[in-house]
């Protein structure tokens, strides 16, 4: 499998619940990042969580990170029609002065109303 | 505050011609990476520039592909001689210098269609 897969591949759920997808990675990581992306746009920056970190909130997300089974999961809760994109991990494995991410393949998150 | 711009947003090219792609960083980042982004899969990391210096290229193809970060104006991919299997969408991100976590901030994108 790849740095930064994320699981399921797709998730269909109704406004309301909470969806929930996960990541794992292999190598050690300086922080791990979350994205989303609507169709046929950019990216959007949601949210960062250092290796040190266990959890972290922000709004209706919450993330978690495990470094000991190198993993991650994205927590949206009262989902909204409008939450509908693909969400992608990514971790950044650190550097003296910037690095690279690498993405996993990302979840297809569907909102329905 | 712009944030991170790309133009063309989208460009069509047949087989063989050259692509130019620019990206202007953040205001105040000195930090430019791009990504490609195949239809339906994730991105993968191409290059990572600082003003006239390549940093990490390990993601580049070897051929037909150089990047660009002049000390003035925007960051710039080249794909010469471009093949279908060039396309894809772009993206570029930046970030600022000397502070960690080096947060990205990405682009809407460059989406290449070679026909």
């Known amino acids: 499998s790849q740095q930064g897969e994320e699981d399921p591949q797709a998730l269909s759920i109704q406004e309301g619940e909470n969806a929930t997808m996960n990541c794992s990675y292999k190598t050690s990581i300086n922080n791990l990042q979350w994205y989303r992306q609507n169709s046929g746009r950019g990216l959007v920056h949601l949210i960062l969580?250092?290796?040190?970190?266990r959890e972290k909130h922000s709004g209706r997300l919450r993330v978690t990170l495990d470094t000991s089974k190198k993993s991650s999961s994205l927590l949206i809760t009262a989902s909204r029609a409008a939450d509908t994109a693909s969400y992608f991990c990514?971790?950044?494995?650190?550097?003296?002065?910037?690095?690279?991410?690498?993405f996993g393949e990302g979840t297809q998150l569907t909102v329905n109303p | 505050n712009a944030g991170v711009m790309q133009n063309p947003r989208h460009l069509v090219r047949r087989r063989g011609q050259e692509a130019r792609l620019r990206c202007s960083p953040m205001k105040g980042h000195s930090h430019v990476y791009w990504y490609r982004q195949l239809p339906e899969e994730g991105l993968k990391f191409m290059v990572y520039?600082?003003?006239?210096?390549?940093?990490?290229e390990s993601g580049m193809p070897k051929e037909r592909f150089s990047a660009e970060f002049p000390k003035e104006g925007p960051s710039i991919l080249r794909i010469q001689q471009v093949v279908r299997g060039d396309s894809a969408a772009y993206f570029c991100?930046?970030?600022?210098?000397?502070?960690?976590?080096?947060?990205?901030?990405f682009g809407p994108g460059t989406r290449l269609t070679v026909t």
């Open positions: 520039l600082q003003k006239e210096n390549i940093i990490d």
């Open positions: 969580i250092r290796s040190n970190e």
């Open positions: 991100a930046s970030s600022r210098t000397g502070t960690d976590p080096y947060e990205q901030y």
């Open positions: 990514a971790t950044d494995e650190g550097g003296t002065s910037g690095s690279r991410l690498t």
